[in-house]
């Protein structure tokens, strides 16, 4: 049996890893030789925690001054326009100070809005929020101009692909979500040949215990989560501040009675009456856990819940930085995460996952009995339409 794309990872449960090992064919015969090619993604791993911490804290100050200001520019996007931008050229610039080799980012945002007449005031906000993060964390000596912010926004152009490495950012997903105060994530992901081979969600409004359908969002628990995984090497928790990460584990139900779930907030984003058909169908006694963002993503991968389930009105098409990061996180904490047609998320064809109706997301266990309610809710819909 071939080897080529075996791999296995050295780490200790209590550390996260370090690197890990590829093994390749020595040449292009049928010869049984290998040679072992060391493929660590740590330094990569590394810039990418600091990166999103440091994003995150920016996306706070925004989040607290806008929640702090009045009813009136509550409604005003203003606010969130400058985190999301804010986090984008912030990710974009560490990235590229901790990696500068062969630097591709394929993020949400750009600034093409920000280059019309009338939004100078805005990129000078831009601006000064991203330096202001950048002198705080004391590592970097330098000051952007806004024309570098500008330009740390446009590097997330690329389109990605099955060729090389790409970074995948969504500098706040969950936008709704952090205008009104709730969940938001800053998610960012690494593609190696087209594959997911590190993810990292920062959740600053995710409290650091359970919030399961039980005991939902304690006003007095404590919040702010760093979920990060690498390929073969589990996922870790640790809180924003820095402290010491945690290994997480999906959760070992196995019977759908005892199950929670997971969706959309926003019901624009994803058709609550087919989860809840589902659920139905599986049995599922505990009411739907509705929170925005990749959050859910992380909160499952610590066994908060046991379903994700995701299913967009008709043509709309899923972008992978809503996923990507949140895909892996899951996956490496030992859950499953497919389409409705079962086959696993495809980040190697660009900027859109072309999937099959919806994204579901559970367990090893339960995934054959979602796999078939789904189905069959999915044809009922259909039927009674
Ligand atoms: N009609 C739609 N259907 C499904 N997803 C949508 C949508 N409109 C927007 N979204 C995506 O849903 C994401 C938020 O997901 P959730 O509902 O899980 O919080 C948004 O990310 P952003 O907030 O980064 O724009 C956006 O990409
Ligand atoms: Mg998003
Ligand atoms: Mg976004
Ligand atoms: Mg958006």
């Given at each position: ?14 550390k ?17 030789s290998?040679?072992i090619v060391a493929?660590s ?19 706070q100050k925004?989040?607290?001054a806008l ?10 996007k ?9 986090s984008q ?5 560490v990235?590229?100070q ?9 993020a ?6 920000l280059?019309?007449?009338g ?13 202001d993060s950048i002198?705080s ?7 952007l101009?806004?024309?570098d912010?500008l ?20 500098p706040?997903d969950?936008?709704?979500?952090f205008l ?17 081979v ?10 650091l ?15 702010g989560?760093?979920?990060?995984a ?18 997480v584990q999906?959760t070992?139900v196995?019977?759908?009675e ?5 969706e ?11 989860s ?7 049995g599922?006694?505990?009411?739907p ?5 990749q959050?859910?993503y992380?909160?499952?991968?610590r066994g ?24 892996i ?6 859950g ?15 900027k859109y ?29 259909a039927?009674s339409?």
């Amino acid at each position: 049996m071939s080897l080529n794309c075996l791999r296995f990872v050295s780490h200790s449960l209590k550390k996260p890893p370090s690197f890990h090992l590829s093994y390749l064919p020595s040449s292009s015969s049928s010869s049984s030789s290998t040679v072992i090619v060391a493929m660590s993604y740590s330094k990569e791993l590394a810039a990418a925690k600091k990166a999103a911490s440091l994003a995150a804290r920016l996306c706070q100050k925004v989040q607290k001054a806008l929640l702090q200001s009045d009813v009136q520019s509550k409604n005003d996007k203003s606010p969130v326009t400058v985190a999301d931008y804010g986090s984008q050229a912030l990710v974009s610039f560490v990235l590229q100070q901790e990696i500068p080799a062969d630097f591709s980012l394929v993020a949400e945002e750009d600034s093409k809005d920000l280059r019309k007449d009338g939004a100078q005031e805005t990129v000078e906000r831009i601006t000064k929020l991203v330096n202001d993060s950048i002198t705080s964390d004391g590592s970097y000596n330098v000051t952007l101009s806004t024309e570098d912010v500008l330009k740390a926004i446009d590097s997330g152009r690329s389109e990605g692909g099955s060729q090389g490495r790409h970074w995948v950012l969504d500098p706040i997903d969950g936008t709704k979500g952090f205008l009104r105060g709730d969940q938001y994530a800053i998610a960012l992901a690494l593609l190696d040949g087209g594959k997911v081979v590190l993810g990292v969600l920062a959740c600053p409004n995710l409290p650091l215990t359970s919030i399961s359908a039980a005991g939902q969002l304690s006003p007095d628990n404590e919040v702010g989560c760093l979920f990060f995984a690498e390929v073969g090497g589990g996922t870790y928790m640790q809180p924003l501040d820095g402290s010491s990460a945690v290994k997480v584990q999906v959760t070992a139900v196995e019977n759908p009675e005892e199950a929670s779930f997971f969706e959309s907030y926003e019901a624009a984003h994803s058709m609550h009456d087919l989860s809840s058909l589902i659920a139905q169908k599986l049995g599922v006694k505990a009411p739907p856990v509705r929170i925005d963002s990749q959050a859910k993503y992380g909160a499952l991968s610590r066994g908060d819940g046991a379903i994700y389930l995701r299913f967009p009105h008709k043509g709309y098409r899923e972008k992978i930085w809503d996923h990507a990061a949140g895909c892996i996180v899951v996956t490496e904490a030992g859950g499953v995460v497919t389409d409705a047609a079962g086959k696993p998320l495809d980040f190697s064809r660009g900027k859109y996952l072309d999937l099959d109706t919806g994204i579901i997301v559970t367990n090893q266990k339960l995934m054959p009995l979602l796999f078939n309610a789904v189905r069959e809710s999915i044809k009922e819909k259909a039927a009674s339409l």
